[in-house]
């Protein structure tokens, strides 16, 4: 197994640190708004890696973090905690929030089916590991308190940048973002592990600790959960890129500095997914979200395929025409796959030459878009026999999860798949009784594009879907 390693800048190898056992910890969401399409690119990245390390037989253990606490309108430690602002302009408590913007973002995760962590933790339930971890690095003196909070002291590593090798003049402030003037700091790069003196009085959850009554920053939350659960070694460590900096160049410090060793070998990230505005993000308002997809009449797994058509670690510019072609070429994929007939022997020889090409593609720095055209070769050798073949492809699924041998109706995404469908049905019938042929006929074509055909019978409008 090979994926590029952000921590060395190179593809690399994989090996992990207890032989067959893997450690995976993976940024989870902040949830104080809905997950958007580019939040869910990054959690099918990392699914396809969780899922590969399953396929070619490794024991992962993989834990994510629901960020509920602590991650503030800057990256760095300035401005009000992001779930504070949200509740208060919902008139919510910030557990309501954190609860209904979490069980959004599963729905949103199991619809294109991503294989939940085998860990979720909410930050709110750690409070002792990171006020344990804290209090160590307080004793070590990689810790300092000053104006009310406790801060990190970057100067005391000697190489606080090895992940992004930056130079230490580049990061002053004002010539990045997330690089803010605070004169409580030692040093302006030092970052603040928990928070006494909020310069918002409304930070609604705040626990007891040694070092008076606060809250946590959001980089202790991900090394806290994550050597709770892992232990002081993980193998794998990933986020969006742009998690390199400041978290996860936070994390390495204080984790390191608290374990006196080497953390994490490995640094997984997934680049971004862009709108015609540049990166989409929940900050800045306007952004799509898996359930727009639908409501427009989009699977979700079509978006899946888009995303595993191209390569994780290339940017990838969104539009409705991009989506429009990905889901017509998934739809017919899907059609041809189930309309192979289970017949014959298994091959085992071919079985297993199809299977090596497939993980010679996923272990090679993921490359998806290769295992997807493997599939289509496959469909087109006619020296293989059907029953083969959709055994191959049941193979492929472990890691694809694009439901291409499963009957929509029995998916998960049946459901909203209906409610979007009915809805234009509805109108299709309204269209009609207007006499509005046009718009009638328009909804029925779109559908039959989508690979839904109509059945207008005497008890009303149904449908059949591929
Ligand atoms: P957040 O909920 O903002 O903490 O983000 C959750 C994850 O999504 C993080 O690991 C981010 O790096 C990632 N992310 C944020 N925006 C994008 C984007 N436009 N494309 C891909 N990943 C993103
Ligand atoms: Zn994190």
Known sequence: MKFYNTLNRKIEEFIP???NKVGFYTCGPTVYHYA?????????????????????????????????????????????????????????????????????????????????????????????????????????????????????????????????????????????????????????????????KSKFESQELKWDSPFGVGYPGWHIECSGISIKNLGEYLDIHGGGVDNIFPHHTNEIAQSEAYLGHKWCDYWFHNEHLMDETGKMSKSNGTFLSLSTLIEKGYN??????????????????????????????????????????????????????????????????????????????????????????????RSFEKVLSLDLLIKNEESSFAREDHDAIMKLIETRNEAKKKKDYDLADSIRDELLKKGITLIDTREGTTYKEV
């Not at 962590?117 to 003196?141: C, F, H, Q, R, W």
């Not at 899946?304 to 409705?320: A, D, E, G, I």
Request: with cysteine; net charge negative.
């Open 300 to 393: 979700p797994l079509s978006f899946r395929f888009m995303c595993l058509n191209s390569h994780y670690r290339k940017q990838m510019v969104f539009t409705f025409d991009g989506l429009d072609s990905a889901q017509s070429a998934y739809l017919k994929l899907k059609n041809k796959v189930l309309s192979l007939k289970d017949e014959g022997e298994l091959s085992e020889g071919d079985f297993d030459e199809y299977k090596n090409r497939f993980i010679d593609y996923i272990t090679n720095d993921l490359n998806t878009a290769n295992a997807i055209t493997l599939i289509y070769d496959l469909l087109k050798d006619d020296t293989i026999n059907g029953h083969t073949k959709i055994e191959i492809i």
């Open 36 to 196: 958007h399409i580019g939040n869910m690119r990054n959690y099918i990245g990392h699914d396809i890696l969780d899922k590969t390390l399953r396929y070619i037989g490794y024991d992962v253990t993989r834990v994510m973090n629901i960020t509920d606490v602590g991650h503030l309108k800057s990256d760095s430690d300035s401005g009000e905690d992001k779930m504070v602002t949200s509740a208060k302009k919902e008139h919510k408590s910030v557990l309501d929030i954190a609860k209904f913007y979490t069980d959004a973002f599963f729905k949103d995760f199991d619809a294109l089916n991503c294989r939940r962590p085998d860990i979720v933790s909410p930050a709110t339930d750690n409070i002792d590991m990171y006020i344990e971890m804290i209090s160590k690095l307080l004793e070590k003196g990689y810790a300092y308190k000053s104006g009310g909070n406790v801060y990190f002291d970057v100067s005391r590593l000697a190489d606080y940048y090895q992940l992004t090798n930056h130079k230490e003049d580049e990061m002053v402030v004002g010539v990045r973002d997330g690089v803010e003037y605070d004169d409580s700091k030692r040093n302006q790069a030092d970052f603040a592990l928990w928070f006494t």
């Open 17 to 19: 640190h207890y032989e």
